[in-house]
């Protein structure tokens, strides 16, 4: 590699650095919000704890959760889990957030099924 095109790479990483430090205090802010939002609909009432819920689910299918997100989706918040099966299979679980019923999954593949816990095997 000549060193015109080193020097072209570090400058673009530079960039990138600096840009993405820019951008840590909006994505603070935004888990800021999301968390407060969260809190405020517990609160309220509006919503179950997240770790009750996570409790339940992984209780019910053998399965551990990785990664959540609550969302509004047509005026109902909805938990979206992202599970892992012990035989590691990755599957993402909506759940109603309310009532902590499941409301539908989708496998690593983007296959969604509607179903009720007797599937969350």
Known sequence: MDSCSRTRRRSLQRIAALTAVALLPRLSQADDDDHERA????????ILP???????????????VLRSELEREHGS?????????????????DVDAGT????GRQDKRGRKRRRGHDDER
């Open 39 to 46: 809190r405020q609909a517990v609160l309220a009432g509006e």
């Open 50 to 64: 997240l770790s009750e819920v996570i409790l339940r689910h992984e209780r019910a299918s053998g399965a551990r």
């Open 77 to 93: 918040w909805i938990y979206e889990l992202t599970l892992l099966y012990p035989d590691g299979r990755l599957a993402r679980l």
């Open 100 to 103: 902590g019923d499941p409301l």
